[in-house]
């Protein structure tokens, strides 16, 4: 019997890996390669072959792709195979998702999730009822704690021009309104000068290379020759400009993004925070940074080593963990914590 059960296993598998490689091969514009296939399934080459060849022969619209490499590929070509099956927990999950995105102010995102869930819905046509009801008793028992802070409208065409001066590489012109500070020896509380009012709004002409996700969002662009942020909703009068540029091919907007702690990019540093045993278990779920490094020592304190610039945030972040957490290096932040916290305690008094 248990060899029966443990054929049947097999062969579960194989068809699930069919299945899984007609998606794959319909998600991917220049269809795949036997290596591709291999390095996907864990499978020797021949397997990958004999796997190719299945679908090959079930599906006349899958076909070798014309490419400019010399590696064979193999797609669809024509009428795509539906195999996706949605059920109410997928739906609730896209609900909740887009619900997210409410709360953070990403009404394009919104847009997208709410074309995307109609689409799951009408391909679930004959079950759209009950569909409907399961998720609705779902998105009953589900919610999410409020989120304190500012709440900044930004207007869906800033964001859809912004996205099209990117895709098509052409420079972006609008109106910038910036803060002005003018003491910049008066500081408050957290570190920054404080405002004294608002500068007049300027024209900016700059090279659009990302929008920065964060409790503020931000465009990221290159504006002589210096790599900017600007708060999108301080931004007005946008449009793409007919004038082409040449994006960096040394830069990553990804890996620049992540290597602030926080919105803010200075000089990077090494930190390394010591945070007592009592809070052991909190510290070790906790995500600081990509770079992060967290070890245990026998006392049971934890270690957290990383690198990252951001000063400011990196900074906020040490004293939300109070009376738990160390500072041991560097120096330098140390010290601006020391002033930070100086400045707070003379506030209150």
């Known amino acids: 019997m248990k060899e029966y059960i443990k054929e049947d296993n097999l062969r579960m598998n194989r068809i699930k890996d069919i299945i899984d ?20 399934f864990g499978v020797s080459r021949r397997t990958a072959q004999r796997m190719k060849d299945v679908i090959m022969s079930l ?7 014309k490419t400019n490499s010399k590696i064979k590929r193999w ?8 195999l996706f099956n949605f059920n109410s927990d997928d739906i609730a999950d896209l609900v909740s998702i887009k619900d997210l995105c409410k709360i953070n102010n990403l009404s394009d995102k919104v847009e997208v999730i709410e074309k995307v869930i109609e689409c799951i819905k009408s391909s679930n046509n004959p079950n759209l009822t009950t569909l409907e009801n399961d998720v ?12 304190q802070g500012a709440n900044f409208q930004i207007d869906d065409n800033i964001l859809t021009t912004i996205r099209i001066a990117i895709k098509s590489m052409k420079k972006l012109e609008f109106s910038y309104q910036a803060k002005d500070y003018y003491d910049i020896n008066e500081k408050n509380f957290a570190g920054f000068k404080i405002q004294k009012g608002l500068k007049p709004k300027k024209t900016v002409i700059a090279e659009p290379l990302g929008i920065l996700y964060g409790e503020r969002h931000y465009l990221v662009a290159k504006n002589d020759g210096k790599i900017k942020q600007y708060l999108l909703h301080r931004i007005s009068d946008i449009k793409v400009l007919e004038e082409y540029f040449t994006p960096d091919s040394k830069f990553d907007f990804k890996e620049w993004a992540k ?4 919105i803010f990019h200075d000089k990077p540093v090494r930190v390394k925070l010591k945070f007592k045993k009592e809070i052991a278990d909190d510290v070790i779920k906790y995500n600081f940074h990509p770079t992060q490094q967290i070890k245990q020592q026998k006392n049971g304190a934890v270690v ?3 690198t990252s610039s951001g000063t400011k945030s990196i900074l906020w972040n040490i004293f939300k963990w109070g009376t738990n957490v160390e500072i041991v290096e560097p120096e330098s932040i140390k010290q601006e914590y020391i002033k930070m916290l100086q400045t707070i305690i003379y506030s209150i008094q």
């Open 59 to 65: 599906y006349s619209q899958v076909g070798e792709m």
């Open 21 to 40: 490689l007609i998606m794959l091969m319909q998600s991917r514009t220049m269809g795949v390669s036997l290596n591709e296939i291999q390095e996907e």
């Open 136 to 147: 609705e008793a779902l998105m009953e028992c589900e919610g999410y704690a409020i989120k």
């Open 75 to 82: 797609g669809f070509k024509g009428k795509p195979v539906n």
């Open 259 to 262: 290597s602030s702690f926080g």
């Open 304 to 306: 957290v080593t990383f």
